[in-house]
């Protein structure tokens, strides 16, 4: 589970973590994440080649980050986040450090002792950073809900690994998990 410590960080503090060492600053807090499981990088894995494969065969101008990968959502210097799998758009947001800004499209897998670091902390800082589409997995429960935040309300849509969801941010992009086996 993600504890956080009771002082503030800041960006430095967050670029000091040693490397063999994964966390995310969230409002000046550091939280550390466990090592994922073999079905969480295989979830990654598969949904990242297929992203990529799609913009490679589209020729689009989007590029596909997965985890681990830096992104400051907001220029306060007190949150900088690390998603599974970031999708982001606009190359200006690009830094040799990471992302700065909000990515076009996320994806947490989740892992069983954070879920609710997934499931509230990051839902509502990716809805106010401006992050036009949310998906969380979860491999335990075999579930997806893609929460599509581009409008002036949440919609959310559930699904499990027996469908094959449509990706909000293109027109023609389907993610078939069925495809993925564990």
Known sequence: MAIPKKQTYTE?????????VRG???????????????????????????????????????????APFAVKLYEDRKTIVEPDISVICD????????????????????????????????????ADAGVREYWIVNPVEQSIFVYHLETDSFQVKYYTFRDKIKVNIYDDLWIDFQEITL
């Not at 430095?12 to 063999?20: V, W």
């Not at 079905?39 to 913009?55: E, F, G, P, W």
Request: with cysteine; glycine share 6%; proline share 6%.
């Open 24 to 66: 995310e600053l969230i409002n000046g807090q550091i939280y550390y994440q466990a090592a994922p499981s073999r079905a969480h990088q295989k979830i990654l894995m598969s949904v990242s080649k297929t992203i990529a494969n799609y913009i490679d065969t589209t020729g689009g101008s989007c590029e596909v980050y997965p």
């Open 12 to 20: 430095a503090d967050y670029y000091a973590l040693p490397e063999d």
């Open 91 to 126: 190359r200006d947001k690009l830094t040799d450090k990471g992302c700065t800004g909000a990515p076009d499209w996320i994806i947490e897998i989740v892992s069983p002792g954070n879920s609710s670091h997934d499931y509230i902390r990051k839902l509502n800082l990716y």
